[in-house]
């Protein structure tokens, strides 16, 4: 079993900066890839960025060069540090993992609101 924990998320100017953090806890080997989606009101939840167990990223067009996902492996955290924000960006922010990338994946945190104005 395997729960994932959102926190951080809030409201912020346009331009402004959050931190959201993702704590996973439960079975390791099931959370070896980590990503982050959003749903936007009115939208489809989409992947945003994803970190796997090397380390290795990847990014949505639209958040590259602007948020950075990270992980603490000995704390099983995982990070979304979010700069520049836009008004688009707003939506709930959701933390999921699995054993690996590329797929749909199993784990799902509850979610943390973000909202630009």
């Known amino acids: 079993h395997v729960q994932l924990v959102e926190s951080g998320g809030g409201s912020v100017q346009a331009g402004g900066s959050l931190r959201l953090s993702c704590q996973a806890s439960?079975?390791?080997?099931?959370?070896?890839?980590m990503s982050w989606a959003r749903q936007a009101p009115g939208k489809e939840r989409e992947e945003i960025a994803a970190?796997?167990?090397?380390?290795?990223?990847a990014y949505l067009s639209s958040v590259e060069g602007r948020f950075t996902i990270s992980k603490d492996k000995s704390r099983r955290v995982m990070y979304l540090q979010m700069n520049g924000l836009k008004p688009e960006d707003t939506g709930m922010y959701y933390c999921?993992?699995?054993?690996?990338?590329?797929?749909?994946?199993?784990?799902w945190g509850q979610g943390t609101q973000v909202t630009v104005s």
């Open positions: 439960g079975n390791k080997d099931k959370t070896w890839c």
């Open positions: 999921a993992a699995d054993a690996r990338c590329g797929f749909t994946y199993t784990y």
């Open positions: 970190i796997d167990g090397d380390g290795r990223t």
